[in-house]
């Protein structure tokens, strides 16, 4: 069993409409959080980072963490067809450095 | 503008063949990875190293090989000894070595086996 699942997608929302997108962990240890976005045939962009559970706004991103039940979201407001991309999350834990582990990715595809 | 140059963006390569990939920073980072990328997979970790001189085997180092002589450059070689090189890969900086800081990624390059 893989230590971060995420649904790959494809996600087909309509241009203003929420995009939901989570993932699951099963290591306790995860601390620090972070969800990046991918064009195609591009490296990763960091989105947001989050340490510990709670809430982040950036713009029209909302990070969500919930550790009593190792799962994490991000939701993007006002959708464009610019946010088609894929997303994906990576998490950290304090006892392992740089093993950051990554989920597979979300393709989100924002219809005109 | 500060970031990560990877080079080559394209590369093909026939069996058999060593290639090495580069990988330069300008953000003053310690800490620089490897990873791997594969369609419907997540990252995977080959190397990753914390300071110059130093680095260490990640998942799946086994065919690769790094080094890390200065503190922008940690170039990757792919060698004949890796089973299924085609891949996307990627390099990726991080300030501190203490693990919490965020990556920040270079463009990838596309390595291709004919």
């Known amino acids: 069993q893989k230590e971060v699942e995420q649904d790959p997608g494809p996600l087909s929302v309509p241009e203003g409409a929420i995009v939901s997108l989570n993932c699951t962990y099963s290591n306790s240890a995860f601390q620090y959080f972070m969800w990046y976005r991918q064009y195609s045939r591009k490296g990763p962009e960091l989105l947001m980072y989050?340490?510990?559970?709670g809430n982040k706004e950036d713009g029209r991103f909302t990070a969500q963490v919930d550790k009593s039940s190792k799962y994490i979201s991000l939701f993007i407001r006002d959708s464009q067809p610019s946010d088609s991309a894929t997303y994906l999350c990576?998490?950290?834990?304090?006892?392992?450095?740089?093993?950051?582990?990554f989920g597979a990715g979300t393709q989100v595809v924002v219809t005109p | 503008d500060g970031g990560i140059t990877q080079s080559p963006k394209y590369l093909f390569r026939k069996e058999g063949q060593n290639v090495t990939l580069s990988c330069e920073q300008n953000?003053?980072?310690?800490?620089m990875y490897w990873y791997r990328q594969d369609p419907g997979q997540g990252l995977r970790l080959i190397y990753y190293s914390q300071i110059v001189n130093d680095f260490q085997k990640g998942d799946i180092a086994e065919g690769y090989s790094v080094s890390r002589e200065k503190k922008e450059s940690f170039p990757l070689t792919v060698t004949s000894a890796q089973k299924n090189p085609t891949a996307f890969y990627l390099c990726a900086s991080s300030i501190s070595p203490g693990g919490t800081g965020e990556l920040f990624f270079g463009e990838g390059s596309r390595l291709t086996v004919l």
């Open positions: 989050t340490y510990s559970s």
């Open positions: 953000l003053n980072h310690d800490a």
């Open positions: 990576a998490m950290i834990p304090t006892d392992s450095w740089g093993k950051f582990q």
